[in-house]
């Protein structure tokens, strides 16, 4: 079978691949955009290590074809940094020890930083429910809720 | 020594050197590297829990187009089974088989083959065409069948007892008269438990990209808990001298003990060699859970005795634990450590190693220990019980301190075990009420900790700033540890250490990552550098002012006269000195390799506070407290961080996980929507106290941290689930329907 041609939009920028029908974006990512941040953890949408945005919506990019990218736009981790300069949620999350192995570290501040968005004043509890599909198996979640929380009230008191 | 150390950054909460590249998605973990031409490699497994290999035609496979190599059993370098061949605590015996079956199959998911094609989809199909002849033999997978009498054997050449059997070690830790113990107790309390096998869980599947030249030289990137590791078992399975092989460390994302054995490195090695290709292998999620190591499931009984004073006189312990396919099921761990906390006369603890149709076990966090400890604290509570005693104040009557006579052997030295213990009843959770349906358990637990060898080099760079090499993957934050360390002793910004885990062709022997060694061992040679590479800054800042060495002192990052005898000189900087170094004699480093002694075991205590929903038996834990002697946190950040992903993977142990099988012996869960492991939302806050009682065989004081955390959690649990509901349980994972089943008990009772 003919491989596809996809336009898209991957962190702002047109770009242009070739993938098979059957391909995931996870696989076109990392096997033919070299963007390997995103991870594969389990291919089954169970783990959120793979996790993007598209046209703003947070999916895990494992369950998402590849060609189902054209027209529209992808945000992954790549992106996350603006000119060099790391989003207060990168720099939380060392500030707190906020990852330890750091395979989930992608996913996680994909989808915190996509939680922010919608709803910048999260209590706890929303927290761990929004971050209940990002599996990490080495901090106990602890420093993560924590790093988003205060990311949260830190971002709110500079928007003011 | 002229060293003035201020402890500006040990104990600081500085940023990993790693960090960015994790939070930017740069950090290069296993599958994340490619080569030019690079083929994929895919394992054939074993549909079978136990089935003889008659033969296995290979030639279909080998046809297709775009297959480039097909290995099998006779590709890997065979260690006969009459000769053991010990490689650290794995016997290559074993581990030949284990990466490729030979004459049997010994588990669903055993290799029988493995193939590299030109994509992922054509090795898949090629393994597809592989015709393997099965006779299809008899299983047993739980500890009770394969220790039945009529059982099928795994392994015919084992006899215990005389006969042939799926028993294939022992051990037995023996202190004082057990029946004369028993004899001086008021009161004996004797339980037996079951514990399901668990999965380590790494995130992060196996995975390694593998060049072979054509003379023979590999270079392996892959994720494992040691590079060296790696080096010596792929050379020792495909016969390459370790000098040909540069095992190059991967980000690893996870191990927990997991990745401390090889599965597809010598495999890749040998696509590698036969097609003239790189071969890239990555696991699926389904391939870890069905063929790589969880722990052990277990079946024991601990009896207890003790009186009325609340004074343990005697305490036994027999722990069956399930190895899985091949022998070495971490029956140390559980017949060492779980009665290691309490200063008892009379003990015995005996462990089984058993052998049965399941994947070889591989280590998990302080391997053992928590199985053992699971069935002690929870007897213990019991025993509190009847003797109407707090439960922390009898484990304080109890409590193993200095002088102690462990019974797995040593005498402790000073320990922080009674800290602990004072330190969770004075915290504010453990004098907060609990609720209705609430409850509060707490356990205790040790682990042995681990030394050993380890290896580093600390460079001055041309323009004054630090490099440091040492040769353990840092899964959990240890380079910021090292940082910390070296920048204390040079007296300088931690950010002008840079910290670098080496491969194997660049830095010295170092053992794995594991046993809780890493910021122990890597501190100890690190520091033994950096206190080099000072002496030979003094000994050239000696040479400038034309003094003795010793009248130099170094103190801020720069050489000062010791004392106003020594003459009147400005301060020489680590950036001068490193400036001047060419004209001086040269460059500026130094390093060293130790089998580092003095890693003494670690203690903890934790406190568990759960909420038992009676109507769908679900226990959720809603506040947690893990208090443990950490020695010195070098970087409290990252300490806590063990303590709480400790915990975490306790509750899930305690609470969900378990390995479910099939009736045909295939496991049933092997994902994480089945395998259920805790999720954000099933968690509190997890809070830590770390206890500070310094290793005084250690230059920082630091004791290993990473395993003790997991030990005390089951029990911990399972006696706060018994305060919430008057139940107790002696199985886990004490998940939703078998809390109900068991609420259900008594109702039904009455009711016949």
């Not at chain 2, 059982?151 to 037995?172: D, Q, R, W």
């Not at chain 2, 604290?377 to 009847?386: K, P, Q």
């Not at chain 2, 080099?457 to 360390?485: F, L, W």
Request: hydrophobic fraction near 40%; aromatic fraction near 6%.
């Amino acid at each position: 079978m003919a491989k596809l041609h996809v336009s898209t939009t991957v962190n702002g920028e047109p770009l242009e691949f070739l993938c098979e029908p059957f391909e995931t974006m996870l696989d076109a990512l990392r096997n033919q955009l070299a963007l390997t941040g995103s991870k594969e953890g389990c291919a089954s949408g169970d783990c959120g290590a793979c996790s993007i945005t598209l046209d703003d919506r947070l999916v895990c990019s494992c369950l998402m074809l590849a060609a189902e990218a054209e027209g529209r736009e992808i945000r992954t981790i790549e992106g996350m940094a603006r000119g060099g300069r790391l989003h207060p949620l990168q720099e939380k999350f060392l500030e707190q020890a906020a990852l330890q192995c750091g395979i989930c570290t992608s996913g996680m501040l994909v989808a915190s930083e996509a939680l922010l968005r919608k709803n910048p004043d999260p209590s706890e509890e929303e927290v761990r429910f929004w971050l209940a599909g990002n599996l990490c198996r080495c901090t106990g979640y602890d420093k993560i809720v924590r790093a988003v929380l205060e990311t949260a009230t830190e971002m709110r008191e500079a928007a003011q | 020594m002229n060293i003035v150390v201020n402890n500006k950054w040990i104990g600081q909460r500085t940023i990993r050197p790693d960090g960015v590249d994790k939070v930017t998605g740069r950090a290069a973990f296993a599958a994340d590297t490619t080569m030019p031409g690079m083929i994929w490699g895919k394992v054939l497994r074993s549909p079978h829990p136990h089935a003889r290999i008659r033969s296995i035609d290979t030639s279909k496979a080998e046809a297709l187009p775009g297959v480039k190599a097909v290995v099998t059993s006779r590709d890997v370098v065979d260690f006969p089974l009459d000769k053991s061949v010990m490689l650290g605590i794995q016997d290559m015996r074993w581990m030949c088989r284990n990466v490729m079956a030979r004459d049997k199959a010994l588990f669903p998911g055993h290799p029988v083959a493995a193939v590299a094609a030109t994509t992922e989809a054509i090795a898949a199909k090629a393994c597809e065409l592989i015709e393997v002849d099965y006779e299809v033999l008899p299983f047993s997978i739980e500890i009770e069948d394969a220790i039945k009498p009529d059982a099928p054997i795994l392994h015919e050449f084992n006899k215990f007892e005389g006969k042939p059997s799926n028993i294939v070690g022992t051990l037995e830790h023996k202190k004082g008269d057990i029946d004369e113990g028993f004899k001086q107790a008021d009161i004996i309390i004797e339980r037996s438990f079951t514990t399901r096998p668990v999965h380590q869980g790494y995130i992060e599947p196996h995975a390694c990209l593998i060049s072979v030249t054509a003379d023979g030289k590999a270079t392996i990137w892959s994720s494992s808990q040691g590079q060296f590791m790696v080096r010596a078992m792929t050379s020792m399975l495909t016969g390459i001298p370790q000098s040909d092989i540069r095992a190059i460390p991967a980000e690893i994302g996870g191990g927990f003990g997991g990745k401390t054995i090889v599965y597809l490195e010598p495999l890749a090695t040998l696509l590698a060699k036969k097609s003239g290709r790189p071969v890239k292998m990555v696991m699926t999620r389904e391939e870890v859970m069905r063929a790589t190591g969880p722990t052990s499931g277990s079946k024991s009984t601990v009896k207890i005795g003790a009186k009325k004073d609340g004074t343990i006189v005697a305490a036994q312990g027999t722990f069956y634990l399930q190895a899985g396919a091949f022998p070495g099921s971490p029956i140390r761990g559980a017949a060492g450590c779980s009665f290691a906390p309490y200063d008892i006369a009379n003990v015995l603890s005996v462990g089984y190693d058993v052998c049965s149709n399941r994947s070889k076990v591989a280590a998990y966090r302080a391997p053992g220990a928590p199985i053992g400890a699971y069935a002690v604290e929870c007897v213990l509570d019991e025993v509190a019980e009847s003797l109407n005693m707090e439960p922390l104040e009898f484990r304080l009557k109890n409590a193993a301190r200095q002088g102690t006579k462990a019974a797995h052997g040593p005498v402790f030295p000073r320990i922080g075990y009674i800290e602990t213990l004072e330190a969770a009843k004075t915290s504010p959770h453990y004098s907060t009420p609990t609720g209705k349906l609430q409850g509060r358990g707490v356990a205790s637990g040790f682990w042995f900790n681990a030394g050993g060898e380890s290896s580093a080099q600390v460079n001055i760079t041309e323009d004054g700033n630090v490099v440091v090499t040492t040769g353990h993957p840092d899964i959990g934050g240890s380079r910021a540890g090292i940082a910390n360390v070296c920048a204390e002793l040079l007296g300088i910004d931690y950010r002008r250490v840079s910290v670098i885990i080496g491969d194997t062709q660049t830095v010295g022997f170092s053992n794995l990552t594991g046993g809780s060694r890493v910021l122990f061992a890597s501190s100890m040679v690190v520091t033994q550098a950096t206190e080099k590479v000072i002496n030979t800054l003094r000994e050239r800042a000696a040479k400038i002012w034309e003094i003795d060495p010793e009248a130099v002192k170094w103190e801020n990052g720069a050489a000062h006269p010791a004392s106003p005898n020594a003459g009147q000189f400005e301060p020489l900087t680590l950036e001068q000195l490193a400036e001047k170094a060419p004209m001086q004699g040269g460059p500026i480093g130094a390093g060293v390799q130790l089998n580092t002694q003095g890693a003494d075991g670690g203690f903890g205590t934790h406190i568990c506070d759960v909420e038992v929903d009676i109507e769908l038996g679900i226990a959720r834990v809603i506040r947690y407290t893990a208090v443990q002697d950490v020695g010195r946190a070098v970087h409290p950040g990252y300490v806590e961080g063990q303590l709480q992903g400790g915990v975490a993977q306790g509750i899930g142990w305690a609470l969900n996980e378990e390995y479910i099988y099939r009736s045909d012996g295939k496991v049933d869960n092997p994902g994480f929507l089945d395998y259920r492991m805790p999720v954000c939302s099933d968690l509190p806050m997890l809070d830590t106290i770390l206890v500070e009682v310094p290793n005084p065989k250690h230059p920082q004081g630091v004791k290993g941290v990473g395993e003790v955390p997991l030990v005390p959690v089951m029990a911990a649990v399972a006696n706060a689930i018994y305060r919430a509901v008057g139940k107790r349980f002696y199985a886990l994972p004490m998940s939703p329907p078998k809390v109900l089943a068991g609420l259900d008990e008594p109702v039904q009772q009455a009711a016949e």
